[in-house]
């Protein structure tokens, strides 16, 4: 039994979908739980947990010295179209933490990602940003985590790099962006790589990338001068859920943990949407409404970006309460801004003492229990 979260270790031949049913019937009394449990020495409430919330930031960013010269090379010195590159650095990272009482973050390499064209120079960019990634986690064990890049959509160059960041590296998980140079999330394409982390039981975090898209460009019509993290980010991340559904992708690789960003997007308000309008496409099996919305059920959510005070109650109706993360988006989103998004949570009325726990800090441990 995990002394923090309360839970019990799950027999290995479960899958993930499974254990989303499995976990239902339970679900209530482990949240009381592992809210108490996580609170400070001496709390007699779940409320005081607001007060040192200890949370783990599923998404956060670091960006080391040869990813900022490999960024400015391939000429993205304002990465989708923002003002800059921001500064990081580990001890930089770790003051930032302490001021937004973050006990541990989970890092990853943010858009525009690491393959700019040429598959040789993707797979050593990958294996700098995932050794730079693993020499942080080294010096502070507790306080960080990474999710392992890979050079996709090089398939080959993929799969060695998953193996080494899992079985040498000791990566938390892997990051996979909304489109590698094109090619989509749900694509057959990368059928190897989902192979390989349901292998593993791996950790999925997908994070918007630039459009693969003309139109969508900044100077253009449809978007005059717009950073994309603005709209596009959002459809980007809609885009790819639907589509690791509608490919049954899902369905295909059930222990695949896959955190979704920014508050699922625009998943919750289209959810509907497409299931409506499914039965136009040629699906190999009609979309059953229950599975769908199971399907949905199985993910997990991160709260970075803004999801108060409109975007977090129709997520809470796609969602299952136990499967929402913090996420900071530090540095992309600068500290004030942050700091400011994190109080608005702290103060949310919306958000009750037990699902602050929860969301803060309790329901990453079910995915990184180390940081227990």
């Not at 993930?16 to 976990?23: C, E, I, P, W």
Request: charged share 20%; with cysteine.
């Amino acid at each position: 039994m995990n002394s923090e979260t309360g839970t019990r270790a799950e027999p290995a031949g479960i899958s993930g979908r499974r254990r989303l049913l499995l976990g239902g019937m339970l679900g209530g009394l482990a949240a009381g739980v592992t809210g108490c449990a996580a609170l400070p020495s001496g709390a007699g409430s779940l409320a005081a947990s607001r007060e040192n919330p200890r949370r783990i930031d599923v998404h956060a960013h670091y960006l080391p010295e040869r990813y900022r010269a490999a960024l400015v090379e391939a000429g993205h010195q304002k990465p989708s179209g923002m003002p800059g590159i921001p500064p990081w650095s580990a001890s930089d990272a770790l003051r930032v933490m302490d001021r937004l009482r973050i006990a541990s973050a989970v890092l990853s390499i943010s858009a525009p990602g690491i393959h700019f064209g040429d598959n040789g120079k993707a797979r050593t960019l990958a294996r700098s940003v995932n050794e730079d990634g693993a020499s942080a986690v080294r010096a502070h064990p507790d306080r960080f985590g990474f999710f392992a890049s890979i050079p996709a959509p090089d398939i080959e160059g993929s799969l060695a790099e998953l193996a080494y960041a899992f079985d040498v590296l000791k990566a938390d998980g892997v990051v996979m962006s909304t489109n590698h140079l094109g090619v989509y999330q749900g694509d057959k394409r990368l059928a190897p790589i989902y192979a390989e982390l349901n292998r593993r039981r791996a950790v999925l975090f997908i994070h918007p990338n630039d459009p693969y898209c003309p139109c969508c460009r900044p100077g253009t019509l449809m978007a005059p001068g717009l950073p994309y993290p603005m709209l596009e980010f959002m459809f980007e991340t809609t885009r790819s859920v639907f589509n690791l559904i509608l490919s049954g992708t899902l369905d295909r690789y059930p222990d695949i943990q896959v955190i979704v960003p920014h508050a699922g997007a625009a998943v919750p308000v289209l959810a509907d949407r497409v299931l409506a309008i499914s039965p136009a496409m040629d699906l190999p099996a009609p979309l059953d409404k229950d599975r769908f919305f199971a399907a949905l059920r199985g993910l997990y959510f991160d709260l970075a970006g803004y999801p108060l005070p409109r975007q977090l109650r129709p997520l809470l109706e796609i969602a299952d309460e136990r499967h929402i993360l913090y996420g900071s988006d530090w540095p992309f989103t600068p500290e004030a801004k942050s700091a400011n998004l994190a109080r608005d949570l702290d103060a949310s009325t919306q958000i009750s003492a037990e699902q602050f726990a929860r969301f803060m800090r309790t329901n990453a441990l079910t995915l990184f229990p180390r940081f227990a």
